[in-house]
């Protein structure tokens, strides 16, 4: 049974950072490329960024470029995600999930999520005051 456990939100004030942490069990981790996505109230989700198995290839998208920092620990089977110089538009409940080969994306760089995944955790709250 797969089991996806999101941490590290909080309060900010904008130009504040955070690191969020994903532990994933159950699954072959190291075998999945992972992504970050977050969603906040009345607006789509959107696939924040991307990094392959191997922590070697990464993905931002357009809205957290130069500012978000991606990471995975293989042997902790935990994803990262360092977030700087937080806006109060990075507001939302931030998820991990598994991400199709290559990080696909649409529209402005959005991270598309697998299709085939429905075990997504709780997520975390960030929330960037002005």
């Known amino acids: 049974q797969v089991q996806v456990v999101e941490s590290g939100g909080g309060l900010v004030q904008a130009g504040g950072s955070l690191t969020l942490s994903c532990t994933v069990s159950?699954?072959?981790?190291?075998?999945?490329?992972m992504g970050w996505f977050r969603q906040a109230p009345g607006k789509e989700r959107e696939g924040v960024s991307c990094?392959?198995?191997?922590?070697?290839?990464?993905t931002y998208a357009d809205s957290v470029k130069g500012r978000f920092s991606i990471s995975r620990d293989n042997t902790k089977h935990t994803l990262y995600l360092r977030m700087n110089s937080l806006k109060p538009e990075d507001t939302g409940m931030y998820y991990c999930?598994?991400?199709?080969?290559?990080?696909?994306?649409?529209?402005?760089?959005?991270?598309?999520?697998?299709?085939?995944?429905?075990?997504w955790g709780q997520g975390t709250q960030v929330t960037v005051s002005s």
């Open positions: 159950g699954m072959a981790f190291a075998a999945y490329t």
């Open positions: 990094v392959s198995w191997s922590g070697g290839g990464q």
């Open positions: 999930a598994p991400v199709p080969p290559g990080c696909p994306t649409v529209g402005a760089g959005s991270v598309v999520a697998r299709t085939d995944f429905g075990s």
